[in-house]
Structures are given as structure tokens and as C-alpha cells.
């Protein structure tokens, strides 16, 4: 399986959107609804903010947001905050039993 | 609430074996698909294995298939990593994850702390 792939780095200054994006085939972003997103600050464990596309896991703020169009996944974070500065995964079912990550965009709140 | 603790990581030699426990409370284990996902050193994240709430149906990264083996026992809530002829680029943080669904690999909704396995002679 191949990983998906995410910019390397994306930024944005307090207040400001910004979304990073998750390209994959149509054999697993494109055909399943299965993508979910995950934040993780350095050594600590990941942490699930979308799954299903769009949905948010209790205890998200709904400045996290999920969509796909086609064999892309996107996910935008609204009214950016000092402490969503962090490392972004997208990850997809990729069918067959196999799940696949991205590999990973750092967030910089200027 | 979910609580989700492994074990068993450590500085191993290659070519030899190591098995990884993850303890669960706080949740029906036996409801929830479970995971490993790795993470090497200053890289991203791997899923490598995972299995049905029932551990009925096992599947692998092609990364990983022959070499590891997953497992649950439901009565200790507890699920395991059996990891063989370790190589150096099995050097990593292995966590273990719950799947949002009772199969997968869906969507991971709780991880462990993590676990270091670093394979070096």
C-alpha cells in the first residue's frame, strides 16, 4: 500500500483558516468513507479529530472539519489556535483489510 | 474512563523475537476492533496490524506479514503483538489503538502511551 500524501507543512496566523489536504487513489480515499484525521504533539499518542469524512469524535470543537472530493480528503481548521500546533495524519481504509496513513503535514500557528 | 497501556518494548538484538501486550479497562474490549500503529523515529505513522472484536479475522501491513503476529485474549482484555526475526527498521514506538468499529481498520479513537522497540546488536 502506498501512503497518502500530504503537504509537508502547511501555516496560518491566530483566527485564520487553513486546511490540509490528503490525496490518495480510488481504491482508498476515492472509494470508502472511511478517512479519518489525527493530531499529535510531540511524544505524545495521536489523537482522532474526523473520522467518517466529516464526523467529529465527542469532544472536538467544531472548528475541525472533514470533506472529500473524489480521491482527495481535506481537513480545515477554523479560528486557528496557538495550541493546534502540531503534526496532522490523514489515514484511509484501502480496502482488503489494509489501512494507510499519510505522511504527516506540521502545522505552524504564526 | 479508556485506558489503554502496553508493554513488553525494550532494546532487542536482530533476528530475535519480542512480544508486545496492551492492557484495556474501561470499555467492553470484546465490542471494539484493536490495532498496532508504529511510528519510527522522528517519522510518521504505520498501521501494522489489527483484528476483529472477536479475533476471528486477522490482517497485516505487507510490511509486516509472516513476521508478526496479533492476538487478543477477551477474558484479560488484553491484546498482543508477536513480533520475530526483528530487524533494525522495526525500531519504533509501537501503539496500540481501538478501532472506532467492532471490525476494521477503520478509525482509531483511543491510543496507548506507546511502547519503544529498538532492535540493535
Known amino acids: 500500500q502506498s501512503a497518502l500524501t500530504q503537504p509537508p507543512s502547511a501555516s496560518g496566523s491566530p483566527g485564520q483558516s487553513v486546511t490540509i489536504s490528503c490525496t490518495g487513489t480510488?481504491?482508498?480515499?476515492?472509494?470508502?468513507?472511511?478517512v479519518s484525521w489525527y493530531r499529535q504533539y510531540p511524544g505524545k499518542a495521536p489523537k482522532l479529530m474526523i473520522y467518517d469524512v466529516t464526523k467529529r469524535p465527542s469532544g472536538v470543537p467544531d472548528r475541525f472539519s472533514g470533506s472529500k472530493s473524489g480521491n482527495t480528503a481535506s481537513l480545515t481548521v477554523s479560528g486557528l489556535q496557538a495550541d493546534d500546533e502540531a503534526d496532522y495524519y490523514c489515514?484511509?481504509?484501502?480496502?482488503?483489510?489494509?489501512?494507510?496513513f499519510g505522511g504527516g503535514t506540521k502545522l505552524t500557528v504564526l | 474512563q479508556v485506558q489503554l497501556v502496553e508493554s513488553g518494548g525494550g532494546v532487542v538484538q536482530p533476528g530475535r523475537s519480542l512480544r508486545l501486550s496492551c492492557a484495556a479497562s474501561g470499555f467492553t474490549f470484546s465490542s471494539h476492533g484493536m490495532h498496532w500503529v508504529r511510528q519510527a523515529p522522528g517519522k510518521g505513522l504505520e498501521w501494522v496490524a489489527g483484528?476483529?472484536?472477536?479475533?476471528?479475522?486477522?490482517y497485516y501491513a505487507d510490511s509486516v506479514k509472516g513476521r508478526f503476529t496479533i492476538s487478543r485474549d477477551n477474558s484479560k482484555n488484553t491484546l498482543y503483538l508477536q513480533i520475530n526475526s526483528l530487524r533494525a527498521e522495526d525500531t519504533a514506538v509501537f501503539y496500540c489503538?481501538?478501532?472506532?468499529?467492532?471490525?476494521?481498520?477503520?478509525?482509531?479513537?483511543?491510543w496507548g502511551q506507546g511502547t519503544l522497540v529498538t532492535v540493535s546488536s
Open positions: 483484528l476483529w472484536f472477536d479475533g476471528t479475522n486477522k
Open positions: 489515514s484511509s481504509y484501502a480496502g482488503s483489510n489494509n489501512l494507510v
Open positions: 480510488s481504491s482508498d480515499v476515492g472509494g470508502h468513507n472511511y
Open positions: 489503538a481501538r478501532d472506532v468499529y467492532s471490525y476494521g481498520p477503520y478509525h482509531f479513537d483511543h
